[in-house]
């Protein structure tokens, strides 16, 4: 079984700065997937950034990247310049190997991010 | 091409009720995700469906809940005889296939409150 740990519940930043979201994980496989969710006050889930576990490089989908330390097995989120538009809850999230046959989502228990004009 | 559609959007139900939660995934999706995200947590994982076939259900209740996906219309998650507890929001996700991609589009959610 997959587990996932954020120990920060809640954080704030003033806008244009740099913010990152910690996240700790557990299994016992070799390879999957780690993810990072945001769920503004919508509600809506949206897909922020994925990492798959057996690729070295750290992923980047623009202002966002995350330190991906797998012996660690430490998965945390940096936020760049950051914006009003990112305030939100994030969720860290994993999913076992494709050959399993499920890509069912294991969350944390989320950091709610505030940006403060 | 529509997102993954949940309907209705608000429930109210009073204890003992039925609710009947509907997800519609996005076109050409035949698997879909259900997790429920009970007030101040995380969404917890409850079932996982393929048309027809129910592929893995080790996060739901072992009563009161059951889901279906069937080979024509929406998937149906069903609560029969509904307590407080129940109340949270519910979402479902769709994927097209198992690609090992791992595209899994959410739904806005269903908030069920149970009076």
């Known amino acids: 079984a997959q587990t996932v740990t954020q120990s920060q519940p809640e954080m704030s930043v003033q806008e244009a700065e740099t913010v990152t979201l910690s996240c700790t994980y557990d299994t016992s496989e070799s390879n999957y997937y780690l993810f990072w969710y945001k769920q503004p006050p919508s509600r809506q889930m949206i897909l922020v950034i994925r990492q798959e576990a057996y690729k070295q490089q750290n992923a980047t989908e623009n202002r966002f990247s995350v330190n991906f330390q797998k012996a660690a097995k430490s998965f945390s989120l940096k936020i760049s310049d950051s914006q009003l538009g990112d305030t939100a809850m994030y969720f860290c999230?994993?999913?076992?190997?494709?050959?399993?046959?499920?890509?069912?989502?294991?969350f944390g228990t989320g950091t709610r991010l505030t940006i403060i004009p | 091409n529509a997102g993954v559609m949940q309907n209705p959007r608000h429930l109210v139900r009073r204890r003992g009720q039925e609710a009947r939660l509907r997800c519609s995934p996005m076109?050409?999706?035949?698997?879909v995700y259900w997790y429920r995200q009970l007030p101040e947590e995380g969404l917890k994982f409850m079932v996982y469906l393929q048309k027809e076939n129910i592929i893995d259900e080790s996060g739901m209740p072992k009563e009161r809940f059951s889901a279906e996906f069937p080979k024509e219309g929406p998937s149906i998650l069903r609560i029969q005889q509904v307590v407080r507890g129940d109340s949270a929001a519910y979402f479902c996700a769709s994927s097209p296939q198992r690609t090992g991609t791992y595209e899994q589009y959410f739904g806005p959610g269903t908030r069920l409150t149970v009076t």
């Open positions: 999230a994993s999913a076992p190997p494709w050959y399993f046959g499920n890509e069912k989502l294991t």
């Open positions: 076109k050409g999706h035949s698997h």
